[in-house]
């Protein structure tokens, strides 16, 4: 708070003062009292003024610098309440009142969104349970037809691939309550997403390679096998035409363990590489598909912090793309931490 200002919101209260001294200068004059007695009384009354102006300046100018550093201070601005000291005079007071009214009051509408938002997932998340049940129903009964000509069955892979998308992106959300990290066969991981894609490796003509996969990593198995089930699914969409392949390896350092999913599709443009993990980004390259929605990505480096690992992205377009996700060995006590 600065004096100018505090003097120019009290402007009319120092006005009326000094046309009230002017009065009784008059008076004083009018009472003949000697000149000599009435500045003494005027500067007097003046010094008191002062005085008390200033006293008020000081106390409302600590109250509100300390209020603004405080404020500065936190991030959850909210606290703000539970912090400040109570104020001497009434304008605090009331100001501080005010303050916990309106935070009690936006603590409430808060509580009652959450509340809501937790309700509308919970039913969000069983409802999609529900809907996969008639999905794999009706995979199951178009599993035997003709793979390269059933587009009825590839339309319901990508249904269930949305559904899931959906699942997994609330569940993100509050995920500490639903992975657990234990020690996983990484080869087992892969096969898993692989035999789950076989009908569309087939369909697409995609070849497979896998190098050096037999490893532990710590992770939680579930979230994993989505994360590169991401990838496959990024790589499916943007295939090259002819001789289209997916390798996997995986690299064992000292502290970590590398593994790395490339495919030789069109790839992805320099320009928009470093949004490739940003939400909802699609770039150039997801513009020319009907099927991007830019969720994959996202999610893939969500789950990835979430879980303690690294990832990472390297492409030239129309030549390769390739998604390392980096596992340090001690993960399990980085996300406990």
Same mark, same amino acid.
């Given at each position: 708070m600065k004096i100018k200002d505090y003097i120019k919101d009290h402007?009319?209260?120092?006005?009326?003062?000094?046309?009230?001294?002017?009065?009784?200068?008059?008076?004083?004059?009018?009472?003949?009292?000697?000149?000599?007695?009435?500045? %003494?009384?005027?500067?007097?009354?003046?010094?008191?003024?002062?005085?008390?102006? %200033?006293?008020?300046?000081?106390?409302?100018?600590?109250?509100?610098?300390?209020?603004?550093?405080?404020?500065?201070?936190?991030?959850?601005?909210?606290?703000?309440?539970?912090?400040l000291p109570n104020s001497n005079f009434l304008e605090g007071k009331l100001f501080l009142q005010a303050l916990y009214e309106i935070d009690k009051s936006m603590k409430e509408k808060v509580n009652e969104s959450e509340k809501s938002m937790r309700d509308f997932k919970d039913y969000l998340?069983?409802?999609?349970?529900?809907?996969?049940?008639?999905? !794999?129903?009706?995979?199951?009964?178009?599993?035997?037809?003709?793979?390269?000509?059933?587009?009825?069955?590839?339309?319901?892979?990508?249904?269930?691939?949305?559904?899931?998308?959906?699942?997994?992106?609330v569940r993100s959300e509050h995920s500490s309550n639903d992975y657990l990290i234990h020690e996983c066969n990484l080869?087992?991981?892969?096969?898993?997403?692989?035999?789950?894609?076989k009908d569309d490796f087939l369909a697409l003509d995609i070849q497979v390679e896998t190098k050096n996969l037999n490893?532990?990593?710590?992770?939680?198995?579930?979230?994993?096998?989505?994360?590169?089930?991401?990838?496959?699914?990024? !790589?499916?969409?943007?295939?090259?035409?002819?001789? !289209?392949?997916?390798?996997?390896e995986a690299e064992e350092q000292e502290n970590s363990i590398t593994v790395s999913i490339t495919d030789n599709g069109i790839g992805i443009k320099s320009s928009d590489l470093p949004k490739v993990f940003e939400k909802s980004f699609t770039g150039e390259n997801g513009h020319q598909t009907k099927e991007s929605t830019g969720m994959g990505l996202f999610l893939v480096k969500k789950m990835c912090e979430q879980l303690g690992h690294l990832v990472?992205?390297?492409?030239?377009?129309?030549?390769?793309?390739?998604?390392?996700?980096?596992i340090s060995k001690n993960t399990f006590y980085n996300v406990l931490k």
């Open positions: 402007f009319v209260e120092i006005l009326i003062f000094f046309f009230l001294l002017l009065f009784q200068f008059c008076l004083f004059l009018l009472l003949e009292l000697s000149l000599t007695t009435i500045f %003494f009384i005027l500067g007097l009354l003046l010094l008191f003024y002062l005085f008390v102006f %200033f006293y008020n300046y000081v106390k409302r100018k600590i109250f509100f610098n300390e209020f603004f550093t405080l404020l500065e201070k936190i991030d959850q601005k909210y606290f703000i309440t539970e912090m998340e069983l409802w999609i349970h529900e809907i996969k049940l008639p999905i !794999a129903s009706l995979i199951l009964q178009n599993h035997n037809k003709s793979i390269k000509d059933n587009k009825e069955l590839e339309q319901i892979h990508k249904i269930e691939e949305y559904v899931e998308q959906v699942l997994f992106y080869n087992t991981m892969v096969k898993n997403v692989l035999l789950r894609n490893k532990k990593i710590l992770t939680d198995s579930k979230w994993f096998e989505y994360i590169l089930n991401q990838i496959v699914s990024n !790589a499916k969409k943007y295939k090259k035409e002819k001789d !289209a392949y997916i390798h996997f990472k992205i390297e492409s030239i377009e129309n030549e390769y793309t390739k998604v390392t996700i980096i």
